[in-house]
Every structure is written in structure tokens, then in C-alpha cells.
């Protein structure tokens, strides 16, 4: 005679499909949740009448931890603008609290670093404010955070 097979009761069917929904739930919102167009490491912005590359090393950005920020400011014929002033702000997207701000200084002609320290994981706004002579530009992009 051979044993009989157990059948799984309905509550244990119940939970198990539960249990399947929720995680794909949960994986639908982590996926949707990352803005599909992240922003790269490397991005490029107008300026007035010259041209900036801002890029961020180590990319996605550490949380709480120095992260190089640096932009190469050029003038409309490709030369290095030098002796700009640059703060950098940087926000942490639909939080009322937790911005981080720092200034930027000159490391080589038109270049210029300082270290941003994202405070919590997710996706920042930043925010450059380059004053050159009677000149005034603001340059935003969005950064990724991660542990």
C-alpha cells in the first residue's frame, strides 16, 4: 500500500500567492520609484555664452561621504574662465530638510573641485552658482546616492 500524498491546504495556497504578490509589488515600486532617466556621471550645460562640464567621482555618490565634484568652465571661444566664485547646493528631492552646500575653488585654470557629502540614499538635485565678473549663472542636474 502506498502512502497517501498530503494535499496543501487553501490557507497555505492563499499565503504563498500573497506572499508572491506583495514581493512583486514591492519590485514593481523599487523599479518605478528610480527615475528612468538617471542622470550620468558626466553632464553638459550651457553658460551664459560658454560652456560647463560637471562631473562627480566616485558616481553614484557615496552617502555620507566626500564626493568630488568638478566642473571645467570654458568662455565661448573654448578658453578656461578663470577666477569664478561657485557654491554648490545640494537637495535631496521631496525632503523639507537635509540640503548640503558647499563651496567650489579652482584647482587649474578653469577648473574647479570641492567635496559634496549626500546625506541619505536617493536621487539629489544640485545646485551650482557660478558668479563670474557682473555675471551671474545657475546650473542644476540631478546625482544619484547610494550606501
Request: with cysteine; net charge negative.
Amino acid at each position: 500500500m502506498q502512502p497517501k500524498a498530503k494535499s496543501t491546504s487553501p490557507l497555505y495556497k492563499f499565503l504563498f500567492l500573497l506572499i508572491g504578490a506583495a514581493l512583486l509589488v514591492a519590485a514593481a515600486f523599487t523599479l518605478l520609484s528610480e527615475p528612468s532617466d538617471a542622470a550620468p556621471p558626466i553632464t553638459e550645460h550651457a553658460l551664459g555664452s560658454g560652456h560647463a562640464i560637471w562631473s562627480i567621482n566616485p558616481y553614484p555618490a557615496k552617502v555620507l561621504r566626500g564626493n568630488r565634484f568638478l566642473i571645467d568652465l570654458t568662455d565661448e571661444s573654448g578658453a578656461a574662465l578663470q577666477g569664478a566664485s561657485l557654491s554648490v547646493n545640494l537637495e535631496m528631492m521631496d525632503m523639507v530638510c537635509g540640503d548640503y552646500a558647499f563651496k567650489m575653488t579652482e584647482a587649474s585654470p578653469g577648473q574647479y573641485s570641492g567635496d559634496g557629502v549626500p546625506l541619505m540614499a536617493g536621487t539629489w538635485k544640485a545646485t551650482v552658482t557660478v558668479q563670474t565678473g557682473d555675471q551671474t549663472y545657475t546650473i542644476v542636474r540631478m546625482l544619484k546616492a547610494i550606501h
